[in-house]
C-alpha cells in the first residue's frame, strides 16, 4: 500500500487516482482517497426551499410509455434471459459473411481438383491425346475436300502407281 503525490489535486493509492479538497501534501494520504472531490456543482433550487423557484421536473418520453414499447421490451428481455437475441445483423455485415463462405468453398474445390488420383491423371491424358488426333482427322479431310481438283487426280495417280508396283514384286 504506496501512495505517491501526482499533482495538487490528485493522489495515486494502491493503483487508484484518489481526488482531494486542498493540495494533497498538506493532508495525510491515508485519509485523502477516502473524501471524493465533488467534481460537478450542485444546483441553487436544492439548497433553497424558496416556494418561488419552479423546480424542474423530468419529462415523460412519450416513446416510453406507450404499449407497444413496453410489450416490445418485455419480450427483448425474455427472449435475452433465454438466450434467443435478435439476428439482426447489418447488410454489409451479411454481405462479407457470404463471400467470405463462397471463397471458402471455391478453396476447397480447387483443392479436391488438385488431389486428383493416378489413375484420374492418366484418363486426362489420354482423353486429350484422343482429342488431339480427332482435331488432326479433321483438318486431313477439311483439306482433301477443299483442295481443287487435280491435286485429287495426281494424290489418286500415286495411290494406283504404289500399287502397281507393289503388285509386280510380289
Known sequence: MQARVVNHSCAVFEGKRRFTYGPSEDTDLKEAYLIPRNIMAEPD???????????PQ??????KTSRNHQDLHRELLMNQKRGLAP??????????????????????????????SDLEIELLKRQQKLEQLELEKQKLQEEQENAPEFVKVKGNLRRTGQEVAQAQES
Not at 439482426?88 to 483443392?111: A, G
Open 87 to 116: 439476428q439482426n445483423k447489418p447488410e454489409l455485415q451479411k454481405v462479407m459473411e457470404k463471400r467470405k463462405r463462397d471463397q471458402v468453398i471455391k478453396q476447397k474445390e480447387e483443392e479436391a481438383q488438385k488431389k486428383k
Open 45 to 55: 433550487y436544492i439548497e433553497d426551499d424558496n416556494p418561488e423557484l419552479i423546480r
Open 58 to 63: 423530468k419529462l415523460v418520453n412519450p416513446v
